[in-house]
Every structure is written in structure tokens, then in C-alpha cells.
């Protein structure tokens, strides 16, 4: 089955600075990569995802990049604010008619004003 | 709309005890997962319904363990004969359908403590 590796498991920056969190997946076939936010006592909220056959994607202040040869995609937030703070989980899905992600074990990014 | 609720948010029981877990989907949602989230770990799958039917249950940890969705809606997680590492939050997420082009929502838990 896949397996998912999320890194770091804590991230400390300031307003202002830009944040970046690194997973790398096992199964070559995976070729759906969703990220979630959780914030504190909170449910796992969608924020960006990418499909295997895009590089990268943008959303305001996040983007995600995916590197298939090397099987690692990142989460990229800039200009970062205090309400950034949570946990971010990525996942990786591999093909298949339901949609199973693995999560990986989580970053807690703290952004300190 | 109203998003996935789960009931109770809270549950607190001693070992060896049964307990049940509720998730009302977001309506018209045919597809319903169950995860199970341990403290600094990501949601881990248990059981995936689409329908009535239990589409993929492989990720069920041993036998106590048991999901039914008996009219394609409201699912309710069992546990028998609970252990204190069953203790962790349980998610219940919904979407529209199955596959990746369809977002899971997810509700906001119930967490439960095994004595």
C-alpha cells in the first residue's frame, strides 16, 4: 500500500515569511495529491490538491508542486498570517474507484505575529 | 447547507464496554468514510460506504469493530468490547460521490476515551 512521509512536524515562522512543507509518497501509480488544514479541536478542511498530470498549482496564497520522478509534492503559503496557524496533512491517493487517500502524520505550522 | 455532524462529540467509556458512533452525511452524499485520528498522527482509513454497502472495510483494525449505513444515509461506527488504545478521534467524511473528483467534507469528530 502507499505510504506517506510528511516533513517538518513542527514549522515556527513569522508574519510575513513563507512556509513550506515536504511530503514524499511510496506507490508510483498514487496520482492524487490533496493538502488539509486542521485547526485546532477542528475538522480536516480541503485547501489545494493536484492531479499527476499538472506540476504545480496556485490558490491566492498557496501553491502546491509535484514531482513525480522523485514522488514528492510540497505545500507552499506565503506571506503567511497568524491565522495560518493549524495543522497541515497531505495525502496521496492511489487509482482506484473510491477515494482512500493516505495521510501523512501531520506539520504543525505556527506563525507568530 | 448543513455540513457532516457526528454525535456524540464526546465519549467516555471503561474498557470492555460497547459504544456506538453516529455521522449524518451531508444530504444526497452517497459516499461515507470513517478515519481514525490518534494524537499527532493524520486520519488513518477504516471503513468506506458507498450506499447501503460497505465498499472497502480494510482498514477495520480486528473484528471489534463494525460499520453499517442501513438506508445509504446515517452510518454508526460499533466497537466492542472497547481498549484503551481504541481511544483516539474518530472522523466520519461525505462526498458526493466516490473518486477524486469529488471532495470529501469532513465531520468534526467524535473523540473518544477508553478508562
Known amino acids: 500500500g502507499e505510504n506517506v512521509e510528511q516533513h517538518p512536524s513542527t514549522l515556527s515562522v513569522q508574519e510575513g515569511d513563507s512556509a513550506v512543507i515536504k511530503c514524499t509518497y511510496s506507490?508510483?501509480?498514487?496520482?492524487?495529491f490533496p493538502w488539509y488544514k486542521q485547526e485546532l479541536g477542528k475538522r480536516p478542511q480541503l485547501i489545494i490538491d493536484?492531479?499527476?498530470?499538472?506540476g504545480e498549482k496556485k490558490d491566492q496564497r498557496i501553491a502546491v508542486t509535484l514531482n513525480k520522478t522523485a514522488k514528492h509534492f510540497s505545500l507552499h503559503i506565503t506571506e503567511t498570517q497568524p491565522e495560518d496557524s493549524a495543522v497541515y496533512f497531505c495525502?496521496?491517493?492511489?487509482?482506484?474507484?473510491?477515494?482512500?487517500?493516505?495521510f501523512g502524520r501531520g506539520t504543525s505550522l505556527i506563525v507568530h505575529p | 447547507g448543513a455540513g457532516v455532524s457526528q454525535t456524540p462529540s464526546n465519549k467516555v467509556t471503561e474498557k470492555g464496554k460497547y459504544v456506538e458512533l453516529r455521522c449524518d452525511p451531508i444530504?444526497?452524499?452517497?459516499?461515507l468514510y470513517w478515519y481514525r485520528q490518534s494524537l499527532g498522527q493524520g486520519p488513518e482509513f477504516l471503513i468506506y460506504?458507498?450506499?447501503?454497502?460497505?465498499?472497502?472495510d480494510s482498514g477495520l483494525p480486528n473484528d471489534r469493530f463494525f460499520a453499517v449505513r442501513p438506508e445509504g444515509s446515517v452510518s454508526t461506527l460499533k466497537i466492542q468490547r472497547t481498549e484503551r488504545g481504541d481511544s483516539a478521534v474518530y472522523l466520519c467524511?461525505?462526498?458526493?460521490?466516490?473518486?477524486?473528483?469529488?471532495?470529501?467534507?469532513f465531520g468534526p469528530g467524535t473523540r473518544l476515551t477508553v478508562t
Open positions: 493536484i492531479r499527476s498530470n499538472v
Open positions: 460506504f458507498q450506499g447501503t454497502g460497505a465498499a472497502d
Open positions: 506507490d508510483s501509480a498514487s496520482n492524487y
Open positions: 467524511a461525505s462526498s458526493l460521490a466516490e473518486g477524486a473528483n469529488y471532495e470529501q467534507y
Open positions: 444530504s444526497g452524499h452517497t459516499a
Open positions: 495525502a496521496a491517493k492511489e487509482p482506484g474507484g473510491s477515494y482512500i487517500p493516505t
